[in-house]
């Protein structure tokens, strides 16, 4: 090869790093919303996450996707899926991070935030992993209502293993959990279910159709179907005890724009064996139970994005030059990624504090009341925000970005995911209005939650007025973004008066006090070294 030129002036891989211990944000929500003692477990995760082998695995798994194996070589149907090694790897480690089982595992205050700031550290590592261990961890608030059932595979599904032969739940020591719930003609709207469940000696036998399949390689996994007394929810195992498929077959897996890595399909039930979960009609509460965790789920995993990307994008600039200065040094790059360092800020703690108020609800009505209507405002203001961070992200690395070797380009097709998984934003804003409603309590707790941001800004202070003025009166479906929107803007900035006040400051003047439309239109004066500083996974100076 002719050596025509030598390569200069590309920002290169970042080196290994510790991610948890570099973001100086995490590692104060976990210590603000009592996950201290978790500080080993997250230093270890962290390492993991930074390293070059996990980037290197992720580009592998999501290059080469999953594939349908729907016959052996005999004809004999199997549907099976069959995936990358890098993808094996990857879930073994991410099995053993606890991801899945921590929030039920730790026994302590604060397992929630543990486990969330688990659920964030592999967001920026991979988070086609996340999925299966994100229903996995949220399948126990189905699976408590059905105590036997949860007693047999408690264990399985807690375990820090992983096992990915298609094999018979007894068969095997640790167990996946995934969920088959939407339909063609439904969408988010659950009551439009035609999947058909009869009695089948003390069981059910379930036929019908599934649009979205959720890991179809899951060895049991939750699904609704329509009995006599309505809409209800099943457990079934994806083999049955004699090892043969369960009445599943693949009829295609979804050619997706991002989360590649991780298999959905569309699928047939024909005689799925399924046990009933919860009061027979009354499938859809029960399984709501479960989209409330994958809904906080969705709120971290966007957070996740939002750090990764302005990460790549800070470390990109202080290794690129143009002009005779590194592109951090240039006033204009500067503000844009101070800018995004304040919104990927302000997302990690909006997510952690949802945590922080599902980790109490048992315990305390106050936090159980917040978390119904803080966990879909975070949803949906973390997955609308997600997306133009990660696009921005991307146009700080140039054409570099747009080249599907760098990692940027596959969080851009990863961005939407959030905002749409577990209802989009207008179903989510709806959900919040309902919370706000029809649940005890629910408006006296935001507006404490919110009391600590007064005071220290007139534009906060109105707004906060002007949420609490809402909150009071008649519901208006019109105003539902709008409310959503401010209420997560308020709540974002009361809690970094309270728990990040070096940037507090910053972030109230440009979401609340009136700026540009634009990343980088922030104050003149806003401290952007101190900012950025905060948000380098290395030192920027």
Not at 64 to 79: A, K, Q, S, V
Not at 157 to 182: F, H, I, N, Q, W
Not at 265 to 282: K, Q, T
Request: a neutral charge; hydrophobic letters at 45%; glycine letters at 12%.
């Amino acid at each position: 090869m002719a050596g025509t030129h030598e390569v200069l002036n590309q920002a290169g891989e970042p080196p290994d790093y510790d991610a948890f211990g570099r973001d100086a944000a995490l590692g104060s929500a976990v210590a603000a919303f009592g996950a201290g003692w978790a500080l080993a477990d997250l230093t270890r995760c962290g390492g993991r996450i930074g390293s070059g082998h996990i980037r290197a695995r992720a580009y592998e798994a999501n290059r080469y996707t999953p594939e349908l194996r729907g016959f052996d070589r005999f004809g004999n149907r199997i549907d099976e899926v069959a995936y990358h090694p890098a993808w094996h790897e990857l879930m073994g480690m991410i099995r053993a991070d606890g991801y899945h089982a921590l929030a039920w595992t730790a026994g302590r205050p604060g397992a929630q935030v543990a486990r969330a700031a688990v659920a964030y550290l592999w967001g920026q590592g991979e988070p086609g992993v996340c999925c299966p261990q994100a229903m996995t961890y949220a399948s126990f608030a189905a699976l408590r209502h059905a105590p036997e059932v949860m007693a047999r595979f408690r264990a399985g599904v807690l375990s820090s293993g992983y096992d990915p032969r298609p094999a018979p739940p007894g068969e095997k020591l640790a167990l996946s959990v995934g969920m088959a719930m939407t339909e063609k003609q439904g969408g988010s709207d659950l009551r439009q279910t035609q999947t058909v469940a009869r009695p089948l000696g003390g069981r059910w036998a379930i036929t019908g159709h599934k649009w979205f399949f959720s890991v179809p390689a899951s060895d049991l996994f939750l699904t609704l179907a329509r009995t006599g007394a309505g809409v209800s929810c099943f457990l079934a195992q994806g083999w049955r005890d004699d090892g043969a498929r369960n009445g599943v077959m693949i009829q295609r897996l979804k050619e997706k724009c991002g989360n590649r890595s991780n298999a959905s399909a569309e699928v047939e039930f024909d005689g799925l064996e399924a046990v009933m979960i919860g009061e027979d009609g009354r499938g859809i509460p029960t399984i709501i139970e479960m989209a409330h965790l994958t809904r906080l789920e969705c709120a971290i995993g966007a957070a996740a994005l939002m750090r990764h990307a302005t990460s790549l994008a800070v470390f990109h600039a202080t290794r690129r030059r143009a002009f005779q200065r590194a592109l951090v040094d240039q006033p204009v790059m500067r503000a844009v990624l101070a800018d995004m360092a304040l919104e990927a800020e302000a997302a990690l703690w909006l997510a952690m504090r949802a945590a922080a108020a599902v980790d109490a609800a048992g315990t305390e009505a106050s936090e159980a009341a917040l978390a119904r209507v803080i966990v879909p405002v975070a949803k949906y203001w973390n997955g609308k925000r997600a997306p133009g961070l990660v696009a921005e992200a991307l146009e700080c690395h140039g054409g570099n970005g747009f080249i599907e070797e760098h990692p940027i380009a596959r969080l851009y097709r990863e961005a939407p995911l959030n905002g749409l998984w577990e209802g989009a934003g207008t179903i989510i804003c709806l959900d919040v209005l309902r919370a706000l409603g029809r649940t005890p309590g629910a408006g006296e707790a935001l507006m404490a939650a919110l009391a600590p941001g007064r005071g220290v800004d007139r534009a906060l202070d109105e707004m906060i007025a002007a949420i609490g003025a809402a909150v009071g009166a008649p519901v208006d479906e019109v105003r539902a973004r709008g409310l959503v929107e401010q209420i997560a803007l308020a709540l974002s900035a009361t809690l970094m008066v309270v728990h990040a006040p070096r940037v507090a400051e910053a972030f109230i003047r440009a979401r609340i006090g009136g700026r540009g439309l634009a990343y980088g239109a922030l104050p003149p004066d806003v401290p952007l070294g101190d900012i950025l500083r905060r948000a380098a996974i290395i030192p920027t100076d």
